[in-house]
């Protein structure tokens, strides 16, 4: 299993939202390196409440500044924040059961993470870049 790193292609080219974006990416990052390496349960736990602590503010800044400045695509952009978080969410629900297996739920999360962050940050996040960018922003 590989890591996860900062690369430019993902930049939105908004200089606050790229470094929220990098401190996330750096995040999961330590979460994927926590379970190639077994640090055990509580560690990869706290790790994934940290991204998720830090992905609800993370978009609670997104959407406010969104809002702020009448993004066209909010409402659209916040429906995926929300199922992002419905879903992690729904992933910790399954670790707390008893009798799941847990190194397969920590893969699937791992998996959930990568494919969701690179998705939204390519191919939606990257869409505000040029709003933002036209009215000054950050």
């Not at 992002?84 to 910790?92: E, N, R, T, Y």
């Amino acid at each position: 299993m590989i890591g996860i790193t900062w690369k430019d292609c993902y930049a939105t080219h908004v200089g606050c939202f790229d470094s929220e974006h990098q401190h996330l990416v750096a995040l999961i990052d330590q979460y994927f390196r926590a379970i190639r390496e077994n640090r055990g349960e509580q560690v990869v736990d706290s790790l994934l409440e940290k991204i998720l602590d830090y992905t609800a503010s993370h978009f609670a800044h997104e959407e406010k500044m969104m809002r702020e400045h009448t993004y066209p695509r909010y409402h659209a952009h916040r429906q995926e924040h929300l199922k992002m978080i419905a879903s992690v969410k729904g992933f910790q629900s399954l670790l707390a059961e008893d009798g799941t297996d847990t190194g397969e739920i920590l893969l699937t999360i791992r998996n959930f993470l990568r494919d969701w962050l690179l998705h939204h940050i390519v191919e939606e996040d990257q869409k505000y870049g040029p709003f933002f960018n036209q009215k000054g922003i950050c």
